[in-house]
């Protein structure tokens, strides 16, 4: 191989690396690459968090220790996106039959200022009586959303006092345990979803 060829091969599998590396960035949804434990290999997703349910009831990632956690982030808010996730999430639980008493399907808001225990109590049950919402404080919705690596921020009108959210759009699978699973990219199919859940599923 002459020495120009082995430069673009270099060059080649550089840029190959840097796409992989970008593409799990954008999986994520933020700039940060979720990393690997030396001694598991599992993703560092998830952690400890306490908030407040569509009830009011204070409650912590404990409150659901031994079913699987279907957690996605998102605001009552939104248009279309947040909606069109929470009816896939549904879809998959559904399909699944009598396993889906095994999973616990969560909807946290990354929009805290509007989204009190009132409105999630209301927007939950549009789409299923399994789903909990779950709000906070600023600072407790910071805290969860970073420890799912999740992006969001808010997105102002200049030209009104109105405003939405910016967000990254991913549905996490936990254990019983708490421990990462699985993530569903943007527009996942329910029966694909429906068919990983039922796998981890004994």
Not at 101 to 122: C, G, L, S, W
Not at 155 to 174: C, G, K, P, Q, R
Request: with cysteine.
């Amino acid at each position: 191989m002459t020495r120009n060829g082995i430069i673009a091969l270099v060059i080649g599998v550089a840029l190959a690396i840097a796409a992989g590396l970008w593409i799990s960035e954008l999986a994520i949804g933020t700039s940060e690459v979720t990393t690997e434990t030396a001694s598991t290999g599992k993703a560092q997703v998830g952690g400890p968090f306490t908030l407040v349910n569509q009830d009011g009831e204070t409650v912590t990632e404990e409150t659901y220790r031994g079913k699987y956690m279907l957690i996605y982030f998102g605001f009552t808010f939104c248009p279309d996106v947040c909606p069109t996730e929470l009816g896939f999430m549904t879809a998959a639980l559904d399909q699944i039959g009598d396993k889906a008493e095994k999973v616990q399907p969560i909807f946290i808001t990354i929009d805290p200022e509007r989204d009190t225990p009132d409105v999630m109590a209301r927007y939950v049950k549009l789409f299923s009586p399994r789903l909990v919402g779950l709000t906070g404080t600023p600072e407790q919705i910071d805290k969860v959303a970073k420890s799912y690596h999740v992006f969001y921020r808010k997105a102002e009108d200049e030209h009104s006092t109105d405003y939405t959210m910016d967000h990254s759009s991913i549905v996490f699978l936990m254990g019983p345990d708490g421990e990462y699973l699985k993530l569903f990219p943007p527009q996942t199919p329910p029966d694909k979803m429906a068919e990983t859940i039922a796998s981890h599923i004994e």
